[in-house]
């Protein structure tokens, strides 16, 4: 029973344009998210994070935006770059019993084009 | 600061053989959580330890096991291993436990069991 959704598993998108990956979500105990990217060979890396309490949040080209009420968040890379080419993973976390642990979709593999 | 440093990068095993990974965190952060990533399952909450002391565990049989040692170094154990042990195991480390944090990543260890 998956928690965490990243239903496409990749994008391809063209240098300078939009690129939007999405998550899902199940359990309404979760009170922040955070994307993490990842490169071959190497651990995932902190992108950006969003509290349950806003629905946005911004950090140079990258924005995440959170729809509570359909269990869903997006994160938006404005303008995407060849360097962005990487896997990108859907973490969840709460306060509740699972406090600690990150659950983690299965990740969707961004391609960007020159 | 060093990041999170995991040794040994890379690991052959075979069937029935056991494994301990190291896993030494941020200086100054207390909790190490440890992760499976495979390409089926994506990042799967492995256990996390702070103070010492387990806090949380995923839902994996007890062949897999932890320490955390004083000096907040950690270690993971897996006994009679199988083939389907084959995977990236990832260590974070993290402030505190508990709340929402960001988890940095160490590089991984690439178990191969054969």
């Known amino acids: 029973d998956q928690q965490v959704k990243q239903n496409s598993p990749s994008l391809s998108v063209q240098e300078g344009r939009i690129s939007i990956l999405n998550c899902d979500y199940t359990?309404?105990?979760?009170?922040?998210f955070l994307w993490y990217k990842k490169y071959p060979a190497e651990g995932p890396t902190f992108l950006i994070s969003i509290s349950s309490i806003k629905d946005k949040n911004e950090d140079g080209r990258f924005t995440v935006f959170l729809n509570k009420s359909a269990k869903h968040l997006s994160l938006h890379i404005v303008p995407s770059q060849p360097g962005d080419s990487a896997v990108y993973f859907c973490a969840a976390g709460g306060y509740g019993g699972s406090q600690g642990n990150l659950i983690f979709g299965k990740g969707t593999k961004l391609s960007v084009k020159p | 600061k060093a990041g999170v440093t995991q040794t040994p990068r890379y690991l052959i095993k075979t069937r029935g053989q056991q494994v301990t990974l190291s896993c030494s965190p941020i200086?100054?952060?207390?909790?190490v959580s440890w992760y499976q990533q495979t390409p089926g399952q994506g990042l799967q909450f492995l256990f996390e330890?702070?103070?010492?002391?387990?806090?949380n565990k995923g839902n994996f049989p007890g062949r897999f096991s932890g320490r955390q040692f004083s000096n907040s170094r950690s270690e993971m154990n897996v006994s009679t291993l199988e083939l389907g042990d084959s995977a990236l195991y990832l260590c974070a480390s993290s402030l505190t436990a508990g709340g929402p944090h960001e988890q940095f990543f160490g590089p991984g260890t690439r178990l191969t069991v054969l």
């Open positions: 359990n309404s105990m979760f009170d922040y």
């Open positions: 330890y702070f103070s010492e002391t387990q806090r």
């Open positions: 200086s100054g952060h207390r909790s």
